[in-house]
C-alpha cells in the first residue's frame, strides 16, 4: 500500500498541473493552468483566478446572455479538480509521514488535514451564499464566481503545502526505493 500512495504522490507531486475538463467553450481551462504554474505572486494568482471569470463575463454579454453561469461553474469546477488533487496528495504525504514514524508529532495531522478541509467548506459555502444575496439578477453566476474564487485560493494554499513537504522530486523518489 505504501509503495502504491507513494507511486501516486510521485505522479501528482510535482509539477502540479491537472488535466483540463474537456468542455470549456468559452475559455480554454489549459491557459489557467498555464497562468497558474507561472506565477509568482499572490497578485499573479489572483489574475489567474479572476481573469477567465471576467472573459465568461464578456462572452456571455456577447452573446445576449444574462450572465456567464456555465462558463463560470466549469472554472469552478476546474478549480475544484486542482484543489482535491492537492488534498489527496497532502492527504498521502501525511500517511507517508505517520507510517514513517509512527509517534511523530505530526502523526495526527491526516485528522487535522481533513478537520481544515471541513472547516473551509462550511466557510466557502457560507461565504458564496452571503456573496449571492447581494445580487437580483445574476445571482447564480455571482455563486459560482465566489466558488471559484475561493476555491482556487484554497487550492493555491494546499498546494504550497506540498511544495514545502516535498521541495523536490529526488525525496519523493527515494522514498519509493524503499
Keep these: ?11 501528482s507531486a510535482a509539477p502540479i498541473v491537472t488535466a483540463a475538463p ?3 467553450s468559452d475559455i480554454d481551462i489549459r491557459a489557467i493552468d498555464q497562468c497558474a504554474n507561472a506565477a509568482n ?9 479572476h481573469w477567465p471569470v ?11 446572455a444574462d450572465s456567464g453561469s456555465g462558463c463560470i461553474g466549469r472554472i469552478a469546477r476546474y478549480w475544484d479538480e486542482r484543489l482535491n488533487l492537492q488534498y489527496e496528495t497532502l492527504e498521502g504525504l501525511e500517511e507517508v509521514r505517520t507510517l514513517e514514524n509512527p509517534r511523530a508529532a505530526t502523526s495526527g495531522q491526516e485528522a487535522a488535514l481533513l478537520e481544515m478541509q471541513r472547516a473551509w467548506l462550511d466557510f466557502r459555502d457560507a461565504a458564496c451564499g452571503y456573496h449571492q444575496m447581494d445580487y437580483s439578477r445574476g445571482a447564480e453566476a455571482a455563486h459560482a464566481h465566489c466558488m471559484a474564487v475561493l476555491t482556487a485560493r484554497q487550492a493555491f494554499y494546499l498546494e504550497e ?6 521541495p523536490d522530486r ?9
Design 22 to 24: 474537456a468542455a470549456a
Design 1 to 11: 500500500m505504501l509503495r502504491t500512495t507513494l507511486a501516486i504522490l510521485a505522479l
Design 54 to 64: 471576467d472573459a465568461c463575463q464578456k462572452a456571455a454579454s456577447n452573446r445576449g
Design 41 to 49: 505572486s499572490m497578485v499573479e494568482l489572483e489574475a489567474c483566478i
Design 161 to 166: 503545502y506540498v511544495r514545502d513537504m516535498v
Design 170 to 178: 529526488e525525496y519523493l523518489e527515494s522514498l519509493m526505493r524503499r
